[in-house]
């Protein structure tokens, strides 16, 4: 292949290096409007009375709504697909506020200064309610949040239970009571924070047709439109969302978050509006990962094989339900597909609580589906005397395996079977045990005050929700023999624009400076359900192969009639017909386009499947454990993983890079915390520590190459699978390094001393 | 009244007390200095302030008498930038491009004083500029590169 | 803003209500305190620099942490320039922070202001003929012109999730003629100090630790237990050093 698989520098590379103007912040818009929010400071309650006459005085202060300015109207902001999987339980603006932070006021004013002024003027009246702030209680408290009249979507409000699922598949009861051995854990992880430096920031304005445009980061320009529009009572045909350069998101911009506020004042004032989240507001005030507390079960026959695998999950969807059901059917789907158990059952809870919002965050359930799953089997090796990475090759999936679990657990609705058409987990866990030297640490180090080991974890993710992504593309030939890619598939930062560059320079044959991309904005480039579940280079690369596989048949059409011969090959780019006579590209599009047999030579197509294939991967650590501190250190992380061809190393290799920190956050500096009264106690990034420059680890990336048949030139994701298991992976070195058990994410140093007996346990 | 040096380009202003550079920057267009944070955590907002990376987010405007201050937009033509920008591109430094900035003019300010900076110093200089997507792992590596070619020199 | 001719009458300005010292800056605009109104801007009536002295180093307020890092670096206080990285990891903000404002701000998560205190540092304050003041006893009010440390032994231990997030335990000892004049701080609204006779008894120091731990509470990163603790394995771990 010319293309593929090739290092191509990112065709928006030049204006990233040179800092031009092209996030959605980059510009100035003449008598632009700035909103800020006023927020409740209480975890529950009432709004009883709101007086926004002194704001309202303020000087240059344009509007101020409160919920009596809009109709009661429930949506979710979750960016979904519609009909979407969330419950529909939130306003644009509350009169029942559930969470600190929760949205009372908007307020429009001609600077940002004039607006923080007039928000702090505000004067709010509560009926402070009762709070729910753990989990565990949330089932069945007499506290409820959400009231069944007005939402839709959730499971159970009277028992606050946002969302529901129950699954199996086998004889799960019969297995355990006729195993030879049974081991069960629990395991918790934490609310963290997506981080992306950019923070959310969204513009919308009227155009010259008084058409609302809106300009924002988000991963979901198409589903932004709909639910604008929906909020809005306005059709979508008078909404245009444009996706600029987005600086970063990882499933933070999954979400309807302020662009139905911006809309609001732009529909109501005509003027230009501007949102954007402060740091504060991003740490409690946005959406963050679903905190799980979860317990499983396995089956273990004599030979060590998994014959049931039961998981209870409790998952806390603080004061909203945005994409909790969904992402515990993930946790589930995928924790329960990796290993070949033949009886499984999954029984989920996701509850609310009055505390932070979650959301989508990369990974999207896999990340606290598998801690749990990957420390429990650790704990297992341990207990039967097995190595733990040969107790994995016994028991993961191999190449014609099903995936039971798959068919019956989609997301949000029911699944489709897959079968295992491509892997290469058990080299991954060769490259993964020689590079990060697993033979020599498991043993050495065990002495003295600093403890060294290693550990290692497993994990498979998907390749888009099957039966459900569905991405499209518009690509039109031009007379230089260029073409311009128009899709909706959605480039977060993450290269998406230069990986689906690539698939369509590969299948047109022409190099990747011949595709002029342009993507994301709802007038201009067809729809895409956006940049989730790992659906961008599956999905929407599915369909750029098509349109560019269709262009080169046209081409071809149009050489034959050209050429006035049948015998025609395309080769490198040019028409070449049998007797030697050759047309470029270019004289072929020129004389298409002027002068004869005029036609647009173009491809267009759609792509969804049935299928989601499973990326895997094999991630080791090595820690040292101080056991007078109980501080971890981790040396290296070496993350090997199977995405079927890689379509741009660096780029897929930068994916893994940036993930890897993010799951080590988890683990070690990244915790949000609420106080006893729910409000957020870290909310700068010197307390919510994330990693820098200087607290990274020595990374070995790899990929141990398959080829999956139906991905675009044997493809699979790589988005999210790499954040999955790199926290897991630390847990269980901690053990082989002092022998002290995790179980819960952050890592406890005082936990680790008292594991050690050192401060008494 | 205030008067310095941006981009070369000699400025007499008279601006809100509280007015912070990177406030400033953005008003008149320089877009490649960015907002991350409140707090100087975050330092997409660096410049260079007389060859020194700081964040603009902490500057007053009004404290910037006989300064000469640099973005990105004025350092088209820096040779040691050009070398990083080339190599970042090359290397795959460069994700969702946020912090590009950042992390390019903490680099520049580095190269500056020493042209030929060790992994660890490269880190250092580096450990102000927080960026989610690269694990900050090929932005050394192309760091590094340029280190190289600068101590052959 | 307002620029004074002299620091004694930026001492008396900024006495009065809403008036503040800029320097370096950064604290005041990122914590925007919001009854100041006027800034008293002194950072060109201040000394920078580093001189070596008869007893150890004279350093002038106005040195900013990266220059003490790129002049300390090396050699016998390579351990300071080590504190001032390890309590500002960002390169952009110790080209701005000065070791008069560290001092001044009195961040009890600061390794340097810890150092500072254990090595008992002298301030040199502006104003008429004033005798150098001890770091422990300075009021807060007037404005520091110069630091004085005296070359003793001496070490910090920082205890925190990675090399870069803030200290939340940290320790700073110096000796001084077989005593350990030591400091404490991390995630704590004021620093403790004391001392202990060298060599260190375990008695004493686990006495010294509990007092010590009363400016801590129990949060995420810890119970009080936890952080008493750390002190001891701190000092501890500075005493074999030294």
């Known amino acids: 292949m010319k293309v593929i698989g090739i290092s191509t520098v990112r065709v928006d590379g030049l204006e990233l290096v040179k800092g031009r103007a092209v996030f959605a912040d980059d510009m100035h818009l003449d008598k632009m409007l700035y909103l800020k929010i006023h927020r409740s400071p209480h975890a529950h309650a009432m709004v009883k009375k709101i007086d926004t006459s002194r704001a309202k005085a303020l000087p240059g202060v344009v509007a101020v709504y409160t919920h009596e300015d809009f109709p009661e109207r429930y949506f979710t902001t979750a960016g979904q697909g519609y009909p979407e999987p969330s419950p529909r339980d939130t306003r644009i603006l509350e009169q029942h506020v559930r969470h600190v932070g929760d949205r009372v006021v908007l307020v429009a004013a001609e600077s940002l200064d004039i607006a923080e002024k007039a928000v702090k003027l505000i004067e709010v009246e509560y009926e402070i309610l009762p709070a729910i702030f753990d989990p565990e209680e949330a089932i069945d408290n007499k506290i409820v949040l959400h009231s069944v009249e007005d939402a839709s979507g959730i499971a159970t409000p009277k028992r606050n239970i946002a969302g529901h699922v129950e699954e199996s598949v086998g004889e799960v009861d019969k297995a355990f009571e006729e195993a030879e051995h049974v081991f069960e854990g629990t395991y918790s992880t934490p609310y963290v924070q997506q981080c992306s430096i950019e923070p959310h920031i969204m513009l919308s304005w009227l155009d010259e047709r008084d058409r609302l445009v809106i300009r924002t980061a988000t991963q979901v320009p198409h589903h932004v439109r709909r639910i604008v529009a929906e909020v809005h009572d306005i059709p979508v045909r008078k909404v245009r969302v444009i996706k600029p350069r987005v600086g970063g998101a990882f499933g933070g911009k999954q979400e309807i978050l302020g662009e139905e506020l911006i809309a609001a004042v732009t529909l109501k004032t005509g003027r230009p509006a501007r949102l954007e989240y402060t740091r504060e507001e991003e740490l409690y005030a946005a959406r963050s990962r679903h905190p799980q507390k979860n317990t499983y079960r396995i089956a273990v026959d004599k030979d060590g094989i998994f014959q049931a695998i039961d998981m209870r999950i409790l998952e806390n969807s603080g004061a909203y339900g945005a994409h909790a059901l969904t992402v515990m059917s993930v946790s589930a789907q995928k924790a329960l597909s990796i290993y070949r158990a033949p009886n499984i059952r999954v029984i989920a809870d996701a509850v609310y609580t009055n505390l932070f919002v979650a959301g989508a965050y990369r990974g999207y359930g896999s990340p606290q589906g598998f801690f749990g799953l990957e420390i429990l089997v650790d704990e297992i090796a341990d207990k039967l005397g097995i190595d733990p990475i040969e107790l994995r090759r016994k028991n993961h999936l191999q190449l014609g395996d099903d995936v039971p679990i798959a068919k019956v657990l989609g997301e949000g609705r029911e699944g489709f079977p897959i079968t295992v058409d491509s892997i290469s987990l058990s080299e991954c866990l060769d490259i993964g045990m020689r590079e990060i030297g697993w033979d020599e640490l498991r043993k050495s180090g065990k002495e003295g005050v600093v403890k060294r080991g290693v550990g290692v974890a497993i994990t498979a993710q998907g390749c888009g929700i099957a039966g459900v992504d569905m991405g499209a593309v518009f690509l039109k030939m031009n007379e230089d023999g260029s073409f311009n890619l128009l899709m909706g598939a959605t480039d977060l930062g993450t290269g998406s624009d230069t990986a689906m560059a690539q698939i369509a320079a590969e299948a047109l044959e022409v190099p990747v400076e011949k595709i002029i991309v342009y993507s994301s904005d709802t007038d201009l480039t067809p729809f895409d359900t956006g940049a989730y579940a790992s659906s961008t280079t599956y999905i929407s690369g599915g369909a750029v192969l098509k349109a560019a596989l269709s262009a080169k048949e046209q081409i071809l059409s149009q050489a034959k009639k050209l050429l006035d011969t049948d015998n025609v090959e395309i080769r490198d780019g040019a028409a070449v017909a049998a007797d030697g006579r050759s047309m470029t590209y270019g004289e072929i599009c020129t004389k298409s386009l002027y002068t004869e047999h005029q036609t647009q030579i173009m491809g267009i197509a759609s792509h969804m499947s049935y299928l989601s294939p499973l990326p895997f991967n094999a991630t080791f650590a090595d820690v040292s454990v101080d056991t007078e501190t109980g501080l971890v250190t981790v040396n290296h992380i070496v993350s090997v993983t199977d995405v079927g061809q890689v379509l741009n190393p660096p780029m897929a290799e930068g994916q893994v890079e940036g993930a890897v920190p993010q799951s080590l956050g988890m683990a070690i500096s990244e915790h949000m915390v609420a106080d006893k009264n729910g409000a957020p106690v870290n909310t700068d990034f010197n307390d919510y520590h994330i990693y820098s420059a200087v607290d990274m680890p020595k990374m070995t990336t790899r990929f141990a190459p398959s080829h999956e048949p139906s991905g675009p030139y044997g493809a699979k994701a790589v988005g999210e699978i790499p954040i999955n298991v790199p926290a897991p992976a630390v847990i269980n070195a901690i053990y082989n390094a002092c022998g002290v058990r995790v179980r819960s994410a952050p890592i406890s140093p005082e936990e680790i001393l008292r594991g050690l007996n050192v401060l008494g346990s | 009244m205030v008067e310095f040096l941006l981009n070369g380009e000699p400025l007499k202003v008279d601006v809100e007390p509280g007015t912070t550079l990177l406030e400033f920057l953005r008003e008149r267009g320089l877009f490649s200095v960015k907002h991350g944070c409140d707090h100087g955590e975050c330092g997409a907002c660096s410049v260079l302030m007389d060859d020194l990376a700081v964040n603009s987010c902490l500057l007053l405007v009004n404290s910037l008498d006989g300064r000469r201050i640099e973005t990105l937009e004025g350092l088209e033509g820096d040779k040691t930038l050009a070398k990083l920008q080339q190599e970042f591109l090359d290397t795959g430094a460069v994700q969702c491009g946020y912090c590009t900035p950042g992390m390019l003019i903490a680099l520049t300010a580095l190269l500056r004083q020493n042209s030929n900076p060790s992994e660890e110093q490269i880190r250092d200089a580096l450990a102000g500029v927080l960026c989610r997507c690269t694990g900050y792992v090929k932005p050394v590596e192309a760091a590094l590169k340029v280190s190289v070619r600068g101590g052959n020199r | ?242």
């Open chain 3, 1 to 242: 803003m307002v620029q004074p001719e002299s620091l004694k009458t930026a001492g008396t300005l900024v006495a009065k209500e809403g008036h503040a010292l800029l320097a370096g800056g950064t604290y005041l605009v990122s914590e925007k305190p919001a009854a100041v109104h006027t800034l008293v801007k002194i950072d060109t009536l201040l000394n920078a620099g580093i001189e070596t002295t008869k007893v150890g180093l004279e350093i002038g307020a106005a040195t900013t942490l990266q220059q003490l890092v790129d002049e300390l670096g090396e050699g016998n206080w390579a351990k300071l320039a080590e504190s001032a990285t390890a309590s500002c990891p960002s390169r952009q903000l110790r080209n701005r922070r000065t070791i008069g404002g560290e001092v001044a701000r009195g961040r009890a998560n600061s390794e340097l202001y810890l150092v500072l205190m254990a090595l008992n540092t002298e301030l040199d304050l502006a104003g008429d003929g004033e005798d150098p003041v001890s770091i422990r006893k300075w009021d807060g009010n007037s404005v520091i012109t110069d630091i004085r440390l005296k070359a003793l032994p001496f070490g910090f231990q920082r205890f925190a999730l990675l090399p870069s997030a803030p200290a939340f335990v940290a320790v700073a000892a110096a000796n001084r003629d077989n005593a350990l004049d030591i400091a404490v701080g991390g995630k704590a609204d004021e620093v403790h100090t004391g001392t202990l006779g060298l060599p260190v008894n375990e008695a004493d120091l686990s006495a010294f630790a509990v007092e010590a731990a009363s400016i801590f509470t129990e949060d995420h990163y810890g119970t009080v237990d936890y952080k008493r603790h750390l002190i001891q394995v701190a000092v501890n771990r500075i005493g074999s050093e030294l």
